[in-house]
């Protein structure tokens, strides 16, 4: 009841793995043919596609200042401008940093909080705080005791993490 005809987005090349919406309502979709596409959240037209490495992309973040963040397969993080989508980056990650195996993958592997934070999830049990200037790492959050495989930022900037522990950090 209430639900109005879905509306369909298309124009990847391979199949869609992540989605992620700023907090004006645009909405961003990662696929496996290497590529961010952005998209009108009130009438869902296609504004621009941010094109990567030759890899697949695994996970979106996007900042609040809208700034956008995409974890590929091959190990790096790519960073555009929200504004008119130029590449203003690539952050390079330890191996297994982001929650991916071919597996078990996981969509929400990493965030984007205030103040200069990306958070990442690792296989090795804890969340590891990063700038999003330069990549450097600046703490680990620890008490997991298996696989982190999921995140998100509040708004009021607390971190959740889940675990294969079977529990879900507030930090």
Known sequence: KGWIEPRKLEGHRGRVRCLAVGIDGTIFSGSRDHTV??????????????????????SIAVGRDGTVYAAFDDNTIWVWSG????????????ELEVSF?????????????????L???????GVLVRSTRDGALIQTLEG???NVIGLLVGLDGRVYSASHDCTIRVW
């Open 37 to 58: 596409r952005v998209w009108n959240g009130a009438d869902c037209t296609h504004i621009r596609t941010l094109e990567g490495p030759t890899s697949t992309v695994l």
């Open 83 to 94: 504004e008119d989508g130029t590449h203003i980056g690539t952050l390079l990650r330890h």
């Open 101 to 117: 195996n071919p597996f078990f993958f996981c969509e929400d592997a990493f965030a984007v909080g205030p103040n200069g934070k």
């Open 119 to 125: 958070y990442t999830a690792s296989f090795y049990n």
């Open 144 to 146: 997991h005791t298996r």
